[in-house]
């Protein structure tokens, strides 16, 4: 493809992390990916780019660009109803405008170049949004642009681009370049176009090179389940789990240390072609009880984490712990790295320094969850079925649905605490949740459904693994430790662990290791049956 070469389209592999402000963040990283690390064994599918150059010219048609900014002039960001117009007219007019007669010759072009690669007259393709602002230190636009799935032919072509244009000016992406200081005619936007991986067929996933709670470094986590991966940062499905250990994986060692089952009751796959041309379907009943990757798999994955967290990170000239996305392709088995972008939540924060809540009180327990934040809110309850809810939502309330919307960053901003009944740590409650430092308790069950509105509850992600709600105001001690300026002992001091869900908090801690662990916490809370009943 490398005659395809312009001002506008251009080979994915010939891009990388100096071509940020060209190509932006998503399709910078994956060229970066195929220029240095395919040679080590890691997969990223090939496929072609517009630039922001492209963007710009669509948006020079007719003043829409200058449209577009008199439209935002004004605009109160804390004003659900007025961004939520402003934005449904902008990407409107995006989305109708047609594509400039030069872009689309070059286009067409990259694209017969793709399909006759593949050995298919067109083939299908996944078309994603890539902002010039994206994936830099504080500012991550995380699920605030579009992605159009099994894309086939010219003409869906042609209206996937467009809406990954218009995605530009979603809610939330206005909403968030506004509280990060950015101006909106600074950031525009490159469209990605890759092969699509047939996980729809297979397994897909997120995977962090830290520990998302705690931000322990020396483990690597990775989370999957069946068919594309957006029911998964939809927060669709509770996914599997699985923790390895960095330090042993790279002596040589298979050292998974934790799997944990998750629900994967539906799944995304492939229904007819066209611009929205994939559907949820059921889970069978037997792939939800089986783990959606193998061990081999799973070391795989992991080393391919390491290798492009040690490339970042050198190219950063500091530690750069990953958020990386994977999927497996069901008709070939091969695994592919779909997008890698540096972690910001913890890398954010100054220091090591550890928030260390205590319950002081009791409270009857009303749900339970998995934990994102390790921290702890109160306050009453306020139930979001729908965005009409949303003005129903007062500062330090506790929203509760089903699963929070990319859109509702605003209202997520002035809440205590999130609690839904679906999704997994790297949906998106989760995700937005770990930024704004709030705690979130996901894949209740039965949140919207069991939590009374209006009654005070309080939200404990500070108790381990398992996320707790309470009834009523339960009180908690709160201490903050910077492990920096702790004294260090002159006799090797050792961790007691009572329950090993906070290990890795503990971990931070200066000691020597660990000299005593409780057995029976180990046995109850995660194998779960007696040792005398396998006797």
């Known amino acids: 493809m490398a005659d395809l070469e312009s001002k506008y389209v251009v080979p994915l592999s010939s891009v990388g992390l100096a071509d940020l402000a060209r190509v932006g963040g998503k399709n910078a990283s994956l060229g970066e990916m195929l220029q240095t690390l395919t040679a080590g064994g890691v997969r990223v599918p090939e496929g072609f780019v517009l630039t922001a150059d492209a963007f710009r010219l669509h948006l020079a048609q007719g003043g829409l660009a200058e449209w577009v900014e ?4 004004g605009v109160d960001v804390r004003d659900v109803k007025a961004v939520a117009e402003a934005g449904q007219a902008i990407r409107t007019r995006i989305r109708e405008t047609p594509l400039p007669a030069e872009l689309l010759p070059p286009v067409q072009r990259a694209y017969e170049a793709l399909s006759r690669r593949y050995d298919e007259g067109a083939t299908d393709v996944a078309v994603r949004s890539s902002a010039t602002a994206e994936d830099l230190p504080g500012a991550s636009f995380a699920g605030q642009h579009e992605t159009f799935l099994n894309v086939r032919g010219m003409a869906a072509l042609d209206a996937a681009i467009r809406g990954c244009f218009a995605s530009l000016y979603t809610d939330r992406a206005i909403v968030y370049r506004t509280e990060k200081g950015f101006r909106h005619r600074d950031v525009a936007l490159s469209v990605g176009i890759q092969k699509m991986v047939r996980s729809d067929l297979g397994s897909a996933g997120v995977i962090f090179t830290l520990d998302t709670e705690s931000g322990f470094r020396d483990v690597v986590l990775i989370t999957g389940a069946w068919g594309i991966a957006e029911t998964l940062v939809q927060g669709r499905v509770a996914p599997d789990e699985f923790w390895i250990h960095k330090p042993t994986l790279r002596a040589g060692f298979a050292s998974i240390l934790r799997r944990e089952l998750g629900t994967k009751a539906v799944k995304l796959v492939y229904t007819a072609s ?4 994939v559907g949820e379907v059921r889970v069978p009943e037997a792939d939800r009880f089986r783990f959606v990757l193998e061990d081999a798999e799973l070391l795989t994955l992991a080393r391919w984490a390491l290798a ?3 490339h970042y ?3 950063a000239g500091r530690p750069t712990p990953m958020d990386i996305e994977w999927a497996k392709d069901g008709q070939s088995g091969a695994l592919f790295i779909v997008q890698a972008r540096p972690e910001t939540v913890h890398a954010e924060r100054a220091g090591t320094r550890l928030e260390i809540f205590r319950r002081a009180g009791k409270g009857r327990l009303l749900l339970t969850g998995k934990s994102v934040g390790q921290r702890v809110g109160t306050g009453p309850v306020r139930v979001i079925r729908g965005r009409d809810d949303l003005a129903t939502v007062e500062e330090g309330a506790v929203l509760v649905a089903r699963m929070t919307d990319p859109d509702w960053e605003p209202v997520l901003q ?4 999130v609690v839904t009944d679906e999704g997994g740590r790297t949906c998106h409650a989760a995700i937005v949740s770990r930024e704004l430092g709030i705690p979130c308790v996901v894949g209740t069950g039965k949140a919207t459904t069991t939590l009374p509105a209006g009654t005070d509850v309080t939200v404990s992600c500070a108790e381990g693994d398992e996320g707790r709600v309470y009834e009523g105001k339960v009180p908690f001690t709160r201490e903050e430790i910077d492990p920096a300026t702790a004294p260090r002992s002159p006799v090797p001091l050792m961790l007691n ?6 290990a890795f908090q503990v971990a931070q801690l200066p000691s020597d290791g660990v ?3 409780r057995v029976e916490f180990v046995i109850s809370g995660w194998i779960g049956i007696h040792p005398m009943a396998i006797a």
């Open 313 to 315: 990170s050198r190219r």
């Open 414 to 417: 002035r809440v205590a605490a």
């Open 70 to 73: 008199r439209t935002l002039a």
């Open 515 to 517: 000299g005593l662990l």
């Open 274 to 277: 066209g611009l929205r041309s």
């Open 308 to 310: 492009i967290e040690e």
């Open 497 to 502: 662990v009572a329950n090993p869900d906070v």
